[in-house]
């Protein structure tokens, strides 16, 4: 029988940019994930900071320098979508980019105003404002359009928000329209529910906006909600939309950008394989192309990528608390957390995260099931995303095993919900938080420690 080790090295390229094994311990991004689980303990999240400006200034490059390549006389604007991690430490480090940010509801607006108030961001930051949008939100939106961010662009979702704006925004302001795409042909509707419908932008720019003095419609707004593929779907999407930017340029001078969304896939598996240089470059030159047709200067591009920016930065690393052979072939093994809670992405939407042993490499590996500690039949991992199995070391007898799971940074708090109440009450984990000082030293810090009861029973109303 061969060890995890051989395993892992005949199934794929290993070592890899992130990960390598030393003395028989996983190693991410540099980090040796023993010594940190020695100085913290599990359940443990942490972010690797460096991680997040790497993939900022990468998406960068792909779009720059397919710009250059093909000559194309539109600019490329990163703006950073918060939804995918709200926290304080990854906005200050994406920040240190050069970038724009997007929002999505009222309490983002919040969100601006602290970044501000830090002198993270300053008033020429484009806000790109997301989202349908409930009058708390309308209203901030107004307010920091007032107060002087002359790049805030809120992006109609519906043919009723404008008026708002134009009766509380004092001075004139720019604008953006989210066409509602047509969903995957697989999904349970046609169109997507976000956005306005093609059918009625021209009309609507030509009732509402092309002799209003107040407003100018300068960008032009779609997202695909299953990514930036190299699928025909994908690139008809981009054809309609840019189809109908030509056709809106040609009324509206004032157009000239265009939002192309966040979608840009992040590794899931060490055998993930995906041409971001290529899809950059694919993406301008068929924009180049449909606008040259249509004999329309090409838009200025932006992007609000995600998962992109900050999902690397994240691991979750766990202990194996148990192992139980349910069957004569069916074993588990206990860890000390929850996919529901921790990674609600495995449990809603099936996805799949890179998962590694930290120790015992070594040994010899089996097949397993992994079992979360809440009582629902759903919180288990079987699967990854290159094979319908989970291999992992056996276990001997006095020995501890280590796992984690990677690319866990975007998404999962926000959609697990953090410092609440959650299932079963298992609490959140610890997190620590990764970054290099000036000479390239690691040093790392407890942002949060573990959950602790009180906090869960005072929201709870217990006295
Ligand atoms: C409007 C909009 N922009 C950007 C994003 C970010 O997408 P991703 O994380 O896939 O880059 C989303 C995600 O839901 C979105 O709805």
Redesign the pocket.
């Known amino acids: 029988m061969k060890k995890y080790a051989d395993l892992i090295d005949q199934t794929f390229q290993f070592p890899t940019e992130e990960f390598e094994v030393k003395k028989d311990n996983l190693h991410f991004n540099g980090v040796n994930l023993m010594h940190l689980i020695e100085k913290y303990g599990t359940p443990l999240k942490l972010t690797y900071l460096p991680k997040i400006s790497q993939k900022i200034q990468l998406a960068k490059k792909y779009f720059n320098e397919a710009i250059d390549k093909l000559n194309y006389q539109g600019s490329y604007t990163y703006a950073y979508?918060t939804?995918?991690s709200h926290f304080q430490f990854v906005l200050e480090e994406a920040l240190t980019n050069d970038i724009h940010i997007?929002t999505?509801s009222a309490y983002d607006i919040a969100i601006i105003d602290n970044l501000y108030k830090e002198r993270l961001i300053d008033k020429n930051t484009y806000i790109i404002c997301?989202g349908f949008k409930r009058p708390l939100y309308l209203e901030r939106i107004a307010e920091i359009l007032n107060s002087g961010f002359k790049n805030c662009i809120p992006i109609l979702d519906n043919i009723n928000e404008l008026d708002h704006y134009v009766d509380t925004v004092e001075n004139s302001f720019d604008l953006g329209i989210r066409v509602a795409s047509d969903e995957e042909p697989n999904f349970a509707f046609y169109t997507s529910r976000?956005g306005i419908r093609y059918n009625s932008i021209v009309d609507y720019y030509k009732d509402k906006i092309k002799d209003n003095p107040k407003c100018r419609l300068k960008m032009l707004h779609y997202?695909i909600n299953t990514?930036i593929k190299d699928s025909a779907y994908y690139w008809s999407e981009l054809s309609r939309f840019m189809y109908k930017y030509c056709e809106l340029k040609k009324i509206c001078p004032e157009l000239d950008s265009v939002d192309i969304?966040?979608?840009?896939p992040i590794k899931n598996s060490l055998a993930f394989e995906y041409d971001y240089k290529y899809m950059a470059e694919e993406i301008i030159s068929n924009i180049k192309w449909i606008c040259n047709k249509n004999h329309v200067p090409v838009p200025n591009i932006f992007t609000?990528?995600?998962?992109?920016t900050v999902g690397e930065s994240g691991a979750t690393i766990y202990s194996v608390l148990d192992q139980k052979l349910q069957n004569d072939k069916e074993l588990w093994y206990m860890m000390d957390g929850s996919f529901i809670t921790h990674m609600p992405d495995v449990w809603g939407l099936n996805s799949k995260f890179i998962m590694l042993p930290v120790n015992l490499w070594k040994n010899h590996f089996h097949k397993v099931n992994i079992g979360g500690l809440t009582c629902d039949s759903m919180d288990y991992y079987d699967s990854e995303a290159h094979i319908a199995e989970v291999f992992l070391p056996v276990i001997n007898e006095k020995e501890t095993m280590y796992f984690g799971y990677f690319h866990t940074g975007?998404?999962q708090e926000s959609l697990g919900g953090y410092g609440g109440i959650q299932h079963c009450l298992i609490p959140a984990p610890k997190h620590v938080i990764i970054d290099l000082d000036d000479e390239g030293n690691q040093i790392d810090w407890l942002f949060a420690e573990e959950q602790s009861s009180e906090e869960m029973l005072k929201v709870l109303g217990y006295k």
């Open positions: 979508c939804k995918s997007e999505s997301n976000l997202f990514g969304g966040g979608g840009f609000e990528f995600g998962s992109f975007a998404y």
